[in-house]
């Protein structure tokens, strides 16, 4: 076995957020570039993710899948980088990375696809209801500049990652805290050099324009 670390990605998917944490810790990797129609439902890559959904990570022949799996997974396997919790932080940390996978993700989804349950079914669903998953992201990140407190940590790659995508699509509102908290996320190093080199992908994978 080898610690060798793949990514699975495409350049316009959430594998920008993995992108980003392998950025921050400074990883050794190599990236795979998944095509949506072929290469991700092909049977090699179903055998990394049955999901057939990028990203994943490979590393030392061990499949992460799940952004903010592979975010907590790097920031363990890479502890130098000190993106893991330190024990005072581990409550509010998993606390809002997980806030962030379930509830954020499904009540903005569900929103956007005009799914909306009735009063009486908001008790059934683990957010509850769109309008209070807002109002308490709005409450968490008006209270401090980071989820797990005053330091940069693995959950703020994901879910500067996730309010950036959802404010940026209209799926969340661009309130003051949100776009406060995107801004100091988003103006980090490694964010800025993650995101030219899948931009630079993007524009690499564009088929080149015919001649007139
Ligand atoms: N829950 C997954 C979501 C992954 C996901 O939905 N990826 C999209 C791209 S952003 C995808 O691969 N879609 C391809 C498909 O479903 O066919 C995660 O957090 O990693």
């Given at each position: 076995m080898t610690d060798e670390l793949i990514l699975y990605t495409n350049p316009q998917s959430r594998g920008r957020i993995v992108r980003w944490m392998l950025e921050e810790v400074g990883a050794t990797y190599r990236v795979d570039v998944l095509d949506y129609a072929t290469t991700m439902k092909g049977e090699a890559y179903l055998a990394i993710n049955p999901m057939g959904k990028v990203p994943a990570i490979v590393h030392g022949g061990k499949v992460v899948t799940e952004c903010a799996a592979i975010c907590a997974y790097l920031a363990d396997a890479y502890s130098d980088a000190g993106l893991a919790p330190l024990p005072e932080e581990r409550a509010d940390y998993y606390r809002w990375m997980f806030y962030a996978a379930g509830p954020v993700e499904q009540a903005a989804t569900n929103q956007a696809a005009a799914f909306v349950a009735g009063e009486d079914k908001s008790r059934m669903f683990g957010y509850g209801t769109y309008d209070l998953v807002v109002e308490v992201l709005d409450g968490l990140l008006s209270s401090r500049p980071y989820a797990a407190g005053?330091?940069?940590t693995a959950a703020d790659v994901y879910l500067g990652s996730q309010i950036g995508w959802l404010t940026m699509f209209g799926m969340l509102p661009k309130r003051d805290?949100?776009?406060a908290y995107v801004e100091r996320v988003q103006s980090r190093e490694?964010?800025?050099?993650?995101?030219?080199?899948?931009?630079?992908?993007?524009?690499?994978l564009q088929p080149a324009a015919e001649p007139v």
């Open positions: 005053v330091r940069f805290s949100f776009m490694a964010y800025k050099r993650a995101w030219a080199m899948d931009d630079a992908l993007v524009a690499e």
